[in-house]
């Protein structure tokens, strides 16, 4: 009996010291490499959540490139929401910093993306709070780069970076008109 009590104590210490090991290396990977997100919202359609009323999509955010400022025109990003600091969106980067674009539904017609900002839109143009509403966005309120759909199943693909039809940044040629 007097080993089963030892026997016992041994796996419940061996538990609780895993746990002190396991929780800050778990909160350290969320914090710096990656963590999960589920996309929700008709913004990104057609890509992300493809279909009306079914499962949202679930994404995997990369934050190590964010940290180190590896984000290409094309990529879908969460931000933190320029209106609503408690709220993280989810859009692509349409524009890097020094890019001109010709805006959808901006104040000005043309924006040139200042130094440590970024262009984001949504696919679902109409549907999206995006730059167009807010203009362009500080690399500061960047959060993670999306790197795969994870859920449902069915959908299981790395995302790789694609701008839709017609909205690659102006040339310098069409800058001079």
């Not at 692509?92 to 440590?116: A, C």
């Not at 966005?137 to 960047?142: N, Y």
Request: net charge positive; charged share 25%.
């Amino acid at each position: 009996m007097a080993q089963q009590t030892s026997a016992g104590r041994r796996y419940v210490q061996t538990f609780i010291s895993g746990f002190f090991v396991a929780v800050p290396v778990t909160v350290t990977i969320l914090d710096k490499l990656a963590y999960v997100a589920r996309v929700e919202g008709a913004s990104m359609q057609p890509f992300l959540n493809p279909d009306v009323g079914a499962q949202s999509d679930v994404v995997l955010l990369n934050r190590w490139s964010v940290r180190n400022n590896q984000v290409k025109r094309g990529d879908i990003v969460s931000v933190v929401s320029p209106r609503n600091p408690k709220q993280k969106i989810i859009k692509r980067v349409i524009g890097l910093e020094g890019d001109f674009i010709r805006t959808l539904s901006y104040k000005n017609r043309y924006v040139r993306v200042p130094n440590g900002h970024l262009w984001i839109e949504g696919d679902h143009r109409g549907h999206s709070l995006d730059s167009n509403c807010f203009g362009p966005v500080s690399l500061g309120l960047l959060h993670g780069r999306a790197s795969h759909i994870i859920w449902p199943p069915n959908r299981w693909q790395r995302i790789k970076p694609s701008l839709p039809p017609n909205r690659e940044p102006l040339d310098a040629e069409e800058d001079d008109e």
